[in-house]
């Protein structure tokens, strides 16, 4: 069945250094969505991708969705400690199904 | 406007014991969602609802696990009897389907422990 694989499971990362997450569908999705939650919160949507190859843009945050529409990304610049919490990629093939997440931990 | 809606925020029960949760969608909504969020499985698709119909409850893990979602405006969660590998945190979400897919809005999240 789709299957949604994301990496890596953890970061630390010191206040203002990047981070990023990767997705990765064993099929071909009709589009991504990305959701964020944080500790001892549930999730909350981010944006979501339709497009082979776009890239839209959050302030300090990039997603982009591959051109064979089988991965994702999401990018921060210069972290902050209000980045902290799970980032969940989301792909829609059929249903939504939701990668394992990646725990994003910021040093002040 | 209010959100999803769960109740209890927190349950705490003996094993055994039935537990109902209980999930009040966003008006105009018409797909139901339920996930329960682990550490170690992450967060599973339990069952969804689209106009109230169960669509998908190949998530469900067992038998001891029933959902039901009378109308548009309510759904539960049961399970019965309750075991100490169900404690977790589960979610409800709503969304509005339709010709575009739509971000799912989640609800606050039910924190079970069977002791």
């Known amino acids: 069945g789709q299957q949604v694989m994301q990496i890596p499971q953890y970061q630390h990362v010191q206040e203002g250094e990047d981070f990023t997450t990767y997705c990765n569908s064993s099929?071909?999705?009709?589009?991504i969505q990305w959701y964020k939650q944080r500790p001892g919160g549930h999730p909350v949507f981010l944006i979501q991708?339709?497009?082979?190859?776009e890239v839209k843009k959050q302030k300090r945050l990039t997603f982009q969705f591959g051109e064979a529409k089988k991965n994702s990304s999401l990018h921060i610049t210069a972290t902050q400690t209000t980045d902290v919490g799970t980032y969940f990629c989301?792909?829609?093939?059929?249903?939504?199904?939701f990668g394992q997440g990646t725990e994003l931990s910021v040093k002040p | 406007d209010a959100g999803v809606i769960q109740s209890p925020r927190h349950e705490v029960t003996e094993m055994g014991q039935e537990v109902t949760l209980r999930c009040k969608p966003i008006s105009g909504h018409n797909s139901l969602f339920w996930y329960r969020q682990t550490m170690m499985r992450g967060l599973e698709l339990l069952i969804y609802f689209n106009n109230n119909v169960p669509i998908d409850d190949s998530g469900m893990p067992e038998d001891r696990f029933s959902a039901k979602m009378p109308n548009a405006s309510f759904s539960t969660l049961k399970i019965q009897p309750s075991e100490p590998r169900d404690s977790a945190v589960y979610f409800c979400a709503s969304n509005r389907q339709g010709a575009s897919n739509q971000p799912q809005h989640f609800g606050d999240g039910t924190r079970l422990s069977i002791l």
């Open positions: 989301a792909g829609q093939g059929g249903k939504l199904i």
């Open positions: 991708l339709v497009k082979s190859g």
């Open positions: 099929t071909t999705l009709s589009n």
